[in-house]
């Protein structure tokens, strides 16, 4: 990848059914950011719903939460739709596509179809004018119907990669976690909710 779209801030969206290699192929993209100096964030939408619920209980936190995902050079949301949001959420994602737009690049892993997503995201005037902004000017990929885990060896275990955009590529490593048997290649800073068995040093760059 050599990041065009990041430097026209061309959105790209990977849709289709589970398991089909959304996340793969979006965390490999993330990676060559992060090569190239990018900072990158990695985020599951509903963990980011979840911090805007937590914001909201402290004063000024949403601002902050907003403006810390609107910094990315590259936001990669996974699950993208997958569970109903409220009004209250619905604001939320139109101000941060808004602060988005035009200015970086986002990009959407999700299973729904382009258009399921008014509905799925509340219907409404801000329903439109955030499918305005990021449909209008994204790269649509169609990730297919086969399920990867299904037809992937079973290994046991989830490796992540994940290195810290903001603290250096330099700062790498592997971690064994107890999850599904595929492989997601991850950069920035990753929340899970998974067990950390073991850190183990990625091999010497290339």
């Known amino acids: 990848s050599t990041g065009q779209f990041i430097h026209s801030n061309t959105n790209i969206i990977f849709q289709g059914f589970t398991g089909s290699g959304k996340t793969f192929l979006a965390c490999a993209i993330g990676r060559q950011a992060c090569k190239q100096q ?9 963990d980011l719903l979840v911090e805007h619920d937590e914001a909201t209980l402290i004063v000024k936190s949403n601002a902050k939460l907003l403006k810390k995902y609107s910094s990315y050079g590259v936001l990669i949301i996974d699950e993208w739709l997958f569970e109903d949001i409220s009004e209250d959420e619905q604001h939320f994602l139109f ?3 808004e602060r988005r737009h035009d200015c970086t690049s986002t990009i959407f892993c999700t299973q729904y179809r382009k258009e ?4 799925r995201l509340g219907g409404g005037v801000h329903a439109d004018a955030i ?11 169609e990730a297919g119907k086969v399920n990867m885990r299904e037809t992937a060896p079973s290994t046991g275990c989830n490796y992540r990669w994940y290195p ?14 107890s999850e599904a048997p595929y492989w997601t290649h991850s950069c920035g800073i990753i929340k899970h909710r998974h067990t950390e ?9 290339e």
């Not at 250096?168 to 976690?177: A, D, T």
């Open 38 to 46: 990018i900072r990158t964030r990695y985020i599951r939408l509903p």
């Open 197 to 205: 068995h073991a850190r183990l040093p990625l091999p010497a760059q």
């Open 131 to 141: 499918m305005d902004r990021i449909v209008h000017n994204a790269i649509w990929i």
């Open 95 to 97: 101000e941060l596509i």
């Open 164 to 177: 810290s955009a903001d603290r250096g590529y330099q700062n790498r490593e592997w971690v064994v976690r």
């Open 116 to 119: 399921d997503w008014h509905s």
